[in-house]
Structures are given as structure tokens and as C-alpha cells.
């Protein structure tokens, strides 16, 4: 069975310090999410690609969160500089379609710890 | 924006007991999801469920959409059942909003 795939599954780093979180969704997906998950709460979504278009970012921190899927397949989620408030799970998940008629696909997710 | 709320926050049971677990959503949706949350992060769907009744296995979904909410049951939990159930609700503006979670725990 297809999956989506994230790398690494953890994550230590020192504040200031740049992170990278790299997600491959099932093929043939068209839409990608990050999503981002603070111990004990729900996931918030950070941004959502349609392709290579990016549909919502307006709950990424611009200033030092980016992200970016350049041939609409693979994607690349960025920290710089990583602070302490950004410890968290960081989920990546697919779709087939816009998600409003299909099932959202969930990856392992990437456990950053900020020291 | 939509506010999503699950009811209760935490629940425990002991294995072969059924629960009911609720969703209610403020606004009109698109779309309804719920997951379940292992122990080590990975979200796993259980339904897909805008509107209308769905079964998979011991599990079932109802969503009544007029009304605004969702019901997930489980029937005869078992001790693999434990973790965090969430509903997610797409709006019309393709964002995608999670409740906080329910927090099973099931008892042998």
C-alpha cells in the first residue's frame, strides 16, 4: 500500500540553527499539506500545495518558515532560525484531489526538539 | 473561522466496553474526517464521512451535517483502541481545521 514518506523522522537542533523537513507524498497526489502538532493538541495546517501552487499559507510564520514543492511532487519544509516554541510534530500529508471530496493520507511525521 | 470541538477530552474504558466519542463544528463543511493518533504520532484514517453513516468493523460513523456534528462509536474496545481520536472539517476555504482530540485509554 502507497504511504507518505518523511524524512528524518527526528530532529534535534540548537536554536538559531536551520532545519529541514522533506516529505514524498503517495504518487499521483496533487495536493500536499504540512501540518504542524504541539504535544497535546490537534494539528494546525502550516501550508497547503495544489501541485506546485501553494493554496493556503496563512498560517506559516513567513518570517522564518518556508516551504516549497518545485515539480509539484516532493516537498520541502524549512526552518531559519529554528526557536524554542518551534518544538513539535511536523506531519506532511496527500491527497489525491483539492481534499474537498478525498481522503487526507498521513506520514510519519518529523519530531523536532529546539535546545 | 470554523471552531471544531470534541467531546469528551479524555476517556477510559474497560476493554469490551463501547463509547461514543462527538464532534460538533460550528460551520457548514465540505468535508469531515476522523484519525486515529498512535502512540507514536502516525495518523491513521477512519472515515471519510461528510454526511450519512459509515461501518468498518467495530467502528462506525455517523455525521448528521444539518445539524453540525459527528459521532464516532467504537464497540467492544480493545487495549489497541488507546490513543488520540481527532476529527478534521474542511471548510469552503480549503482549510482543513482539527479538533483537540479525544484521549483513550482502554484497560485490559
Known amino acids: 500500500e502507497a504511504e507518505v514518506a518523511q524524512s528524518p523522522r527526528y530532529k534535534i537542533t540548537e536554536k538559531s540553527q536551520a532545519v529541514a523537513f522533506w516529505c514524498d507524498p503517495i504518487?499521483?497526489?496533487?495536493?500536499l499539506y504540512w501540518y504542524r502538532q504541539i504535544l497535546g493538541q490537534g494539528p494546525e495546517l502550516l501550508v497547503q500545495?495544489?501541485?506546485?501552487?501553494?493554496?493556503?499559507d496563512s498560517q506559516l510564520p513567513k518570517d522564518r518558515f518556508s516551504a516549497e514543492r518545485l515539480k509539484g511532487v516532493d516537498s520541502t519544509l524549512k526552518i531559519q532560525p529554528a526557536e524554542l516554541g518551534d518544538s513539535a510534530m511536523y506531519l506532511c500529508?496527500?491527497?489525491?484531489?483539492?481534499?474537498?471530496?478525498?481522503?487526507?493520507?498521513f506520514g510519519p511525521g518529523t519530531r523536532l526538539t529546539v535546545l | 473561522g470554523i471552531q471544531v470541538e470534541q467531546s469528551p477530552p479524555d476517556l477510559i474504558l474497560q476493554e469490551g466496553a463501547n463509547s461514543t466519542l462527538r464532534c460538533n463544528f460550528s460551520?457548514?463543511?465540505?468535508?469531515l474526517q476522523w484519525f486515529h493518533q498512535n502512540p507514536w504520532g502516525q495518523l491513521i484514517n477512519l472515515f471519510y464521512?461528510?454526511?450519512g453513516t459509515k461501518q468498518n468493523g467495530r467502528l462506525s460513523a455517523t455525521t448528521v451535517a444539518t445539524e453540525r456534528y459527528s459521532l464516532l462509536y467504537i464497540s467492544s474496545s480493545q487495549t489497541t483502541d488507546s490513543g488520540v481520536y481527532f476529527c478534521?472539517?474542511?471548510?469552503?476555504?480549503?482549510?482543513?481545521?482539527f479538533g483537540a482530540g479525544t484521549r483513550l485509554f482502554v484497560k485490559a
Open positions: 460551520d457548514s463543511v465540505n468535508n
Open positions: 500529508a496527500s491527497s489525491y484531489g483539492t481534499g474537498h471530496t478525498d481522503t487526507q493520507y
Open positions: 464521512i461528510p454526511s
Open positions: 500545495f495544489q501541485d506546485e501552487s501553494v493554496v493556503d
Open positions: 504518487s499521483g497526489h496533487a495536493t
Open positions: 478534521a472539517a474542511l471548510t469552503g476555504g480549503f482549510k482543513t481545521i
